[in-house]
């Protein structure tokens, strides 16, 4: 079913579309909802009026261009000469900027023909043309057009390469998927989010994975589709759940291989609502879809505790011992092995697997270690490595990249072990990096560093959800301590804390959260979120974190 919905206000069109600010020198113009059922709402906006100044037409192209992704910028070209109109490429750069922020629309003084109107906007984030997004603290971004008079009317000549759009729009046009690519050594898919329009996500998903994982993650991925490889015109089509995938490729010699590159297109394609399965050819060879492998299974949830009677599991009601240790803090144990258990003790981070040492890790980690899914135990670190261990050969150092950003304070590595969070630097700040590792699974080094952009304040603690998904507890001078989730790739959100926090630790959604801190009479808590409540531990624990 096809609705039509005609607002003859301008205002209501911002309320749902949150696109730009209302026009102050034109009449109202009108701004049509169509939607099919099921497919949530989609937005369209009408083309330039006639006689429209030089800033209600930037402001009416605000409006065509957050509607953009739903006709691929057709609207919005009509804004634009006609040369113009031919050579645009918007699809280059959105700059997102903050909904609750309008923009500023300012037009220069004009003459007979050219003028120029200054849009001054609040910009919180870019995605480039792959739909990678970069975050930035927020910041005022101006952008200037220049409009020419074509047929008596006002257009824009010559605007950049990109549009801009509120975070508003943004989200409700684009959706953050993951490409996924094999690991080196097979064991899993690596996750690499891009934006993508929300409108024929299918195809882009799949023309994003032909054109390959991006540059940071070269290293540590494989992409099983074939060097090469083109999609025809017709390449892509889902029907009754079923997405029906062409490729110009040779199909893969060895069965690793086809069994990974039909791994890389089932996880990536189902992403999308209406796809359930996927039916492959290569040039007309049907790629055998029977031996997809299921996803590991990360166990994130189990929390450890530690307090006056030792390190032990938590269940809601009790504590069961692991080990007597007295001066334990901060545990955690392993992704995929429970009995693989690491502490923060006096002098170091001890490992014991079934009660058995299989790790010392000499140096202070006030903020507890890391168990990674392949064994590995993550301890003390300096400015530019991490103490590691838990095979035969004890203690070893792994590097890490941008020593000039300086001590690391804790190191928290991803359920997939092909990424790690990393707290640095005497301001507190919070980064994300690659784990390069050896065919065995062994790390090597943590390279492709990016920084974690927070409003204001310090990074307090991290820790990951999945492998994709981040919780950062935040501190501002005279302010509460804020919860600050997102997506890999993604945009923040943030709840208040009712603690100060000392540690923070997630267990597979953001919704199961353990801090430890005081509370506003001095007094230690340590506390877990479950949903929006807040309930304090067993007695005697002094600290907890979950697996990872």
């Known amino acids: 079913m096809r609705r039509r919905v005609m607002f003859l206000a301008l205002a209501t069109c911002l309320a749902l579309a949150g696109c730009t600010s209302l026009p102050t020198s034109s009449s109202p113009a009108p701004f049509d909802v169509s939607a099919r059922d099921g497919s949530g709402i989609q937005f369209s906006a009408e083309g330039p009026t006639d006689g429209a100044d030089a800033a209600t037409l930037v402001n009416d192209f605000l409006l065509a261009c957050a509607a953009g992704p739903q006709d691929d910028y057709t609207t919005a070209r009509l804004f634009l000469t006609a040369a113009s109109a031919r050579s645009w490429q918007p699809e280059t750069e959105i700059l997102v900027y903050d909904t609750d922020t309008a923009p500023s629309v300012s037009s220069g003084s004009e003459n007979a023909s050219e003028v120029d109107v200054t849009v001054s906007v609040l910009g919180v984030a870019s ?217 923060s003790g006096s002098d170091g981070v001890y490992a014991q697997r079934g009660g058995t040492a299989v790790a010392f890790l000499p140096g202070r980690v006030p903020l507890g270690p890391s168990v990674d899914r392949f064994g590995w135990v993550w301890g003390s670190a300096t400015a ?77 603690d991290v820790s990951w959800t999945t492998s994709t998904g981040l919780v950062l507890a935040v501190r501002e001078s005279g302010e509460e301590d804020q919860l600050v989730t997102m997506p890999l790739g993604g945009l923040p959100s943030n709840v208040s804390l009712p603690i100060r926090v000392a540690s923070m630790s997630a267990g597979g959604s953001s919704s199961l959260v353990v801090i430890t801190g005081t509370d506003a009479a001095g007094k230690e808590q340590v506390l877990i979120r479950s949903g929006a409540l807040w309930q304090n531990v067993p007695d005697g624990l002094t600290s907890a974190r979950y697996a990872g």
């Open 384 to 460: 530019s490595s991490v103490s590691v261990g838990g095979g035969v050969d004890g203690a070893f150092s792994v590097s890490v990249e941008s020593e000039s950003d300086g001590q690391i304070h804790a190191v928290r590595i991803s359920p997939d072990g092909t990424r790690a969070l990393v707290l640095r630097g005497s301001d507190a700040t919070a980064w994300v990096g690659v784990v390069e590792r050896e065919a065995s699974g062994r790390p090597v080094a943590i390279r492709s560093l990016e920084q974690i952009p927070v409003e204001h304040g310090s990074v307090v």
């Open 127 to 343: 995605i480039d043309a792959s739909g990678v997004l970069t975050r930035v603290a927020a910041s005022t971004v101006s952008r200037t057009f220049t409009l020419l008079r074509e047929d008596g009317q006002w257009r824009i000549n010559s605007p950049e390469n990109m549009v801009l759009m509120s975070r508003a729009a943004f989200t409700a046009s684009f959706s953050l998927a993951n490409l996924y690519f094999p690991t080196n050594e097979g064991g899993d898919l690596v996750a690499d989010p891009r934006w993508y329009p929300s409108r024929r996500l299918a195809s882009h998903l799949l023309a994003g994975l032909v054109e390959g994982p991006r540059q940071s993650l070269e290293s540590v991925t494989l992409n099983a589709i074939p060097a090469g490889t083109t999609v025809p015109s017709q390449g892509l089509d889902v029907t009754d759940g079923v997405a029906r995938v062409e490729l110009n490729a040779v199909m893969p010699g060895g069965e690793g291989a086809r069994t990974s590159l039909a791994w890389e297109l089932v996880r990536t394609l189902t992403q999308v609502a209406d796809v359930s399965q996927v039916h492959v050819s290569l040039s007309g060879e049907v790629l055998d879809m029977q031996a997809v492998p299921a996803p590991p299974n990360y166990s994130l949830d189990t929390l450890v505790g530690a307090g006056s009677g030792g390190v032990g599991l938590v269940s809601s009601s009790a504590v069961t011992e692991l080990n007597s240790v007295s001066d334990a803090s901060n545990p955690t144990v392993s992704p995929v092995d429970s009995s693989l258990v690491a502490w």
